[in-house]
């Protein structure tokens, strides 16, 4: 894979730089920390780094996150109250 060659007016001389892989992996970052709203267990996540649940949203339009099994046992308007 190739990096383009990007220069920059601020450098010195007119000197140039070049983003190297590391700089560009450093900027994904694993979600954790993530709990459930209602029951409080820790929501897990794919080898995507996608959570095996949903996000939904509350009374004041905040994202909240739901796990996989109270989406199993509640309706989404159950869901929205417990918020």
Do not use: P
């Amino acid at each position: 894979m190739r990096y383009r060659h990007y220069t920059s007016n601020s450098t010195r001389c007119g000197e140039s730089w070049q983003k190297t892989r590391a700089e560009l992996k450093g900027k994904k970052k694993k979600a954790s920390n993530m709990k459930c709203e209602i029951c409080g267990k820790k929501i897990e996540t794919t080898f995507l780094n996608k959570i095996v649940g949903t996000r939904i949203r509350d009374a004041k339009g905040k994202k909240k996150l739901v796990c996989s099994e109270c989406q199993k046992k509640y309706t989404t308007t159950e869901m929205r109250k417990a918020l």
